[in-house]
Nanobody, 126 residues
Framework: QVQLVESGGGVVQAGGSLTLSCAAS????????MAWFRQAPGKEREFVAG????????RYTDSVKGRFTISRNNAKNMVYLEMNSLKLEDTAVFFC???????????????????WGQGTRVTVSP
């Protein structure tokens, strides 16, 4: 059974930092492109950041470029999202996802991802 479990969410003041973690099990982790999505109440699930299998390339949505960094540790089956200079509009549930295998690029559509975690809540306060 494949499991992705997010952790690290919480409440942080605007301008602050927070790092999310995603622990993967039940899959050959290095074979998968990984990504973080977020979803605010009443809004569509949004691609935030993605990373290739080896961790050498990353993709970010425009609104987080320069503020967020995605990374992975394949030896530990972990993917991370370091978030800096947080804004009120970053408030959302953040989800870890594993992309459908066999694809050669980091994709931003939720339908391209096979496995999902249950999410971790990030609240940015004034």
């Amino acid at each position: 059974q494949v499991q992705l479990v997010e952790s690290g969410g919480g409440v942080v003041q605007a301008g602050g930092s927070l790092t999310l973690s995603c622990a993967a099990s039940g899959l050959v982790f290095p074979n998968y492109f990984m990504a973080w999505f977020r979803q605010a109440p009443g809004k569509e699930r949004e691609f935030v950041a993605g990373i290739n299998r080896g961790g050498g390339f990353a993709r970010y949505t425009d609104s987080v470029k320069g503020r967020f960094t995605i990374s992975r540790n394949n030896a530990k089956n972990m993917v991370y999202l370091e978030m800096n200079s947080l804004k009120l509009e970053d408030t959302a549930v953040f989800f870890c996802a594993a992309q459908t295998p066999g694809l050669d690029s980091i994709l931003q559509h939720p339908g391209e991802y096979t496995y999902w975690g249950q999410g971790t809540r990030v609240t940015v306060s004034p």
